[in-house]
């Protein structure tokens, strides 16, 4: 018994440190602080990944885990570090919503994902309903950073973490087959994202990443 | 392995090499042929299921439900590669895309088409899933393509809404992975749909209404249901015709088809929640939503991309409802509106082309100017808004008359939803198609084979269906159940 009480409350503060630097990501007003953030979230994944892999003994989860930390730890902060610096993109983020009331919208839908979650998984196993209640609680925190930024390189971390949310979910979900296959497909999808940006060269055409300035190219309204 | 076995690994390599061999082939025109040529094979393949189908295997599937959508995916893709043929010569000519461009357009188109037929074909709810990620991608890239601000701003749009939704939806197959675990235990069976669909009145009911909630959030969103219907205009708007008439013909049906199979687990599960009147709310809403946007179009894409949004949630409704004439009638409305979407969107591809603008003011007098091409666009959209006695009549009447019988007030909420898009439709098309032909226009070069097929079958299917599609549908809608 005393094994399984260590692995429930290390799994428990992995993914509650991981709710934690989701509502740190939402108050950030630096981009770099906020890449810095993004990838102590993504090292803290890897973390709760691998723990996940010894626990439940699977050992492809280690595969997981090793892309959160390589690819969503290291690489993907480093290359939106350098899109910054290279296309001069103004490190003062603008929010649409204050400090003040997105901490507060945010409290309410962790104790709304915990209240939803919790009540309907009585019957499976304390490890993973605690898990998915947190998941949940960091997708849910990512999609409201996402409403919240109007820049879009803040947009592409809030679904970032939205994501580790998802992976979190699905490692928990003990046994689940294919986790390996779906975090790798998420990853292609980031690297898209993430050249989509470069490549597409935003601001050459918009001159600024601030997702309301394209707003106003919408064809309709010409 | 037996031959059918081959057949389906078949559907799934043909597409995926000839991405790669388009990728490398530098000529447009070898290129156009080659696509349409894969597309053309795949499309026999997809046929050759229809007489012997393999047993399911641990990832790949071929049932009643899905093997009437592969065969309308393939179908459609075929045509579509016909007049993409003709589309981007085109644009090639008047410099919007360049060789290079074309490389990567062709090498994603096939890339879509195996996405989408892995999507049909997955015995297998993650993979089923992935494959959806992938065909999101994909259009994305391609709705980018003219690097326009508007194409970028639309990419953009689409691919932010769509990776949100199927984030979620991904969030929703955990769940249900979760609720079926109990039950099933570990190992990749656990999320083989044959296997679920059997062991589902077993499940945890409340954890099985929670998974669906995101799964109708998260697929619905890729369906363009309102009022996540945000990204789907603009995506149609701005990228290649052919690809507008995937999105809409193909990619929606896809999306719509993964929500039916979820909503088959919950109707055999005794305890969980009835998904019908989430599903036909969000159908009505949406109907009703797009038939009063529909007046405030001015781009011509943009408008038949409401009319989509409208057409889905029709097609969402009837699913809701459910029973066997709702699920047959839901059924026969998601082909006829492919068929007929696509269509117009052959036709409007050329239109924008010989005017050299989408824009609804500056088209007038089609039929004199381009006869053959003004009354195809005519043709197409009194079909589209359900006049009889083309197809789309048929479904609607049919989806109209069984709601009657069971629920009239919804039945006139979604008549009035009808028939205001249809004032919509026809005050346009009156401006773009009579009167005196105003401004640039040049001659098309235009294969007008794609468009007459589609219109084609679609009067067809709106006086005679054959008795053996009949009782193939009829079995289908048994399957699909309340």
């Known amino acids: 018994m005393i094994t399984r009480g260590l692995d429930f409350d290390v799994a428990h503060l992995l993914a509650g440190g991981m709710v ?66 290279r296309l001069g993109i103004h490190r003062q983020l603008e929010t649409v919503v204050g400090v003040g009331p997105t901490m507060l919208l945010g409290m309410g839908l962790v104790a709304l994902s915990i209240a939803v979650i919790l009540p309907v998984t009585a019957e499976a196993d304390p490890l993973a309903r605690e898990d998915l209640a947190f998941a949940l609680s960091v997708v849910l925190l990512g999609l409201l950073m996402m409403i919240t930024r109007r820049n879009a390189i803040s947009q592409v971390i809030g679904f970032m973490s939205l994501e580790n949310g998802l992976v979190l979910a699905a490692t928990g979900a003990k046994g689940m087959p294919l986790v390996v ?42 | 392995m037996t031959a059918a076995d081959l057949v389906v690994a078949l559907m799934l390599l043909v597409p995926a090499c000839a991405a790669a061999a388009l990728a490398l082939l530098p000529q447009y025109r070898i290129s156009a042929r080659l696509n349409m040529g894969a597309a053309l094979v795949t499309l026999l393949l997809g046929l050759s299921l229809t007489v012997s189908r393999p047993a399911p295997g641990l990832y790949l599937l071929v049932d009643d439900l899905n093997i009437v ?49 892995l999507a049909l074909l997955a015995n297998n709810i993650g993979l089923m899933w992935v494959a959806v990620e992938l065909a999101t991608l994909t259009t994305v890239l391609m709705v980018g393509i003219y690097r326009t601000h508007a194409a970028l701003e639309a990419a953009w749009k689409y691919f932010i809404l769509g990776s949100v939704g199927i984030a979620l939806a991904l969030f929703g197959t955990i769940l249900v992975y979760v609720a079926a675990r109990p039950a099933m235990g570990q190992g990749s069976d656990s999320m083989a749909w044959t296997h679920l669909l059997a062991a589902a009145p077993s499940f945890d009911p409340v954890l099985l209404n929670l998974a669906f909630v995101f799964l109708l959030i998260g697929y619905g969103t890729k369906v363009g249901l309102a009022p996540l219907h945000a990204w789907l205009p603009d995506a149609h708007a701005e990228g290649p015709t052919p690809i507008s008439a995937v999105l809409s013909g193909l ?11 979820f909503k088959m687990l919950l109707a055999a599960n005794p305890g969980a929640l009835a998904p019908g009147p989430l599903m036909v709310t969000m159908g009505l809403v949406s109907v009703l939503f797009a038939s009063f946007m ?189």
Do not use: C
Not at chain 1, 48 to 66: D, E, I, M, N
């Open chain 2, 294 to 482: 529909l007046y405030r179009r001015r781009d011509i894409k943009r408008m038949f991309a409401y009319s989509s949004i409208e057409h889905m949630g029709i097609i969402t409704f009837a699913f809701g409802m459910g029973g066997a004439l709702a699920n047959f009638a839901g059924l026969l409305h998601m082909a006829m509106h492919s068929l007929t979407k696509s269509a117009i969107f052959f036709a409007v591809g050329h239109v924008s082309q010989a005017k050299g603008t989408q824009k609804i003011a500056e088209i007038r007098g089609l039929t004199e100017s381009h006869p053959v091409l003004g009354w195809g666009l005519v043709l197409g959209v009194v079909a589209i808004a359900g006049m009889p006695p083309l197809g789309i009549f048929m479904s609607e009447f049919l989806i109209v008359t069984s709601t009657f019988a069971r629920a009239p007030l919804l039945a006139i909420a979604l008549v009035a939803g009808i028939l205001i898009g249809f004032g919509a439709l026809f005050l346009r098309l009156h401006q773009v198609a009579f009167g005196e032909p105003i401004g640039h226009s040049e001659p098309v070069q235009a294969s007008y084979v794609p468009l007459f097929a589609h219109l084609a079958l679609v009067a067809i299917a709106g006086i005679y269906l054959p008795s053996a599609i009949v009782a193939w549908f009829r079995n289908v809608a048994e399957l699909l159940g309340g």
């Open chain 2, 69 to 117: 959508l592969i065969v309308l995916t393939t179908f459609v893709g075929f045509t579509t590669s016909a007049f993409s043929a003709s589309y981007i010569a085109h644009e090639l000519e008047i410099g919007r895309l360049t060789p290079a461009h074309l490389r990567f357009y062709h090498a994603m188109y096939q890339v879509l088409m195996f996405a989408m037929n």
């Open chain 1, 181 to 222: 296959e779906i975090s790798v497909a998420f990853s292609i999808l980031i690297a898209f994202i993430v050249i989509g940006i470069f490549l597409f060269r935003i601001r050459e055409r918009f001159d600024t990443v601030d997702v309301g300035a394209m707003d106003r190219f919408r064809g309709d309204r010409v």
């Open chain 1, 20 to 85: 934690l630097l989701s509502f740190m990501l939402l108050y950030q007003d630096r981009l770099f602080s906020l890449l810095r953030i993004f990838a102590l979230h993504a090292l803290v994944l890897a973390l709760a990944v691998a723990w996940q892999a010894s626990v439940q003994a699977a050992p492809h989860l280690y595969v997981t885990a090793a892309i959160a930390l390589v690819f969503k730890a290291i690489v993907i902060p480093l290359a939106l570090r350098r899109i910054v610096v």
């Open chain 2, 251 to 261: 990619l929606l049906n896809v999306a719509l088809y993964a929500l039916l199979r």
